[in-house]
Structures are given as structure tokens and as C-alpha cells.
Nanobody
Framework: QVQLAESGGGLVQAGGSLRLSCAAS????????MGWFRQAPGAEREFVAGIGKRDESIYHPAVKGRFTIARDNAKKTVYLQMNSLKPEDTAVYYC?????????????????WGQGTQVTVSS
């Protein structure tokens, strides 16, 4: 397994931007599909974006065009650039990793989770 640690959350006004980072430990980062999820109070954890081993990406429709996921295998880090943020994007954001399939990540078939980072968007 890999261990994951998110950073970059915070408070931002609507329309602003944040970049989340997720640093992974272990030697096989490039063998993992990576994803970002979020969970708002009282809601289920939902898939936000995923990136596969060959840099293919997939997004939840609610964030497509505003969020961009990217990975740097040399730094063992995955990023989530969030632009045009809305109050409804407020949630705890979690990083996820799984060696299986990118489609599996979208279905929460995840081997490792990070501890989460809070994103709050004020109106």
C-alpha cells in the first residue's frame, strides 16, 4: 500500500482558486491510479476526479471544466487545481489510490485513503 497525505486546503471566496496536493510514500506510485473525493457534512463521499497510470483523466460533471487533476510521478504527488470555486464545493477533500482500474476508483474501489483536507468556499 501507499500512504497518502493531502495539503493545500483552506478558505477561499467564491470564484477563487485553490490547489490541493497529495504526497504518496512508497516506491510504486506510478503503478497506482489516483483520485480525489470530497465529503460535505451529512453527505456521502463522492468522486471528484481521477487520473490513471497513463495520465488519462476523468471528472465528475459538477467540476468538469473547473478542476484539473495532474500527477508528477517523480515527486510521487497528485494535484487538484480548483478554479471558479463555488460554495457547493465546500467539503473535506480526500486523496485516494488504487492499483486496479481508473474506473474502479470512480466506484470507490480504493486501496488507500488520505486523511483529508478541508476546503471552504464562502459566498
Amino acid at each position: 500500500q501507499v500512504q497518502l497525505a493531502e495539503s493545500g486546503g483552506g478558505l477561499v471566496q467564491a470564484g477563487g482558486s485553490l490547489r490541493l496536493s497529495c504526497a504518496a510514500s512508497g516506491r510504486t506510485f506510478s503503478s497506482y491510479n489516483m483520485g480525489w473525493f470530497r465529503q460535505a457534512p451529512g453527505a456521502e463521499r463522492e468522486f471528484v476526479a481521477g487520473i490513471g497510470k497513463r495520465d488519462e483523466s476523468i471528472y465528475h460533471p459538477a467540476v468538469k471544466g473547473r478542476f484539473t487533476i495532474a500527477r508528477d510521478n517523480a515527486k510521487k504527488t497528485v494535484y487538484l487545481q480548483m478554479n471558479s470555486l463555488k460554495p457547493e464545493d465546500t467539503a473535506v477533500y480526500y486523496c485516494a489510490a488504487d492499483p486496479g482500474s481508473l474506473l474502479g476508483i470512480t466506484r470507490r474501489m480504493v486501496e488507500s485513503w488520505g486523511q483529508g483536507t478541508q476546503v471552504t468556499v464562502s459566498s
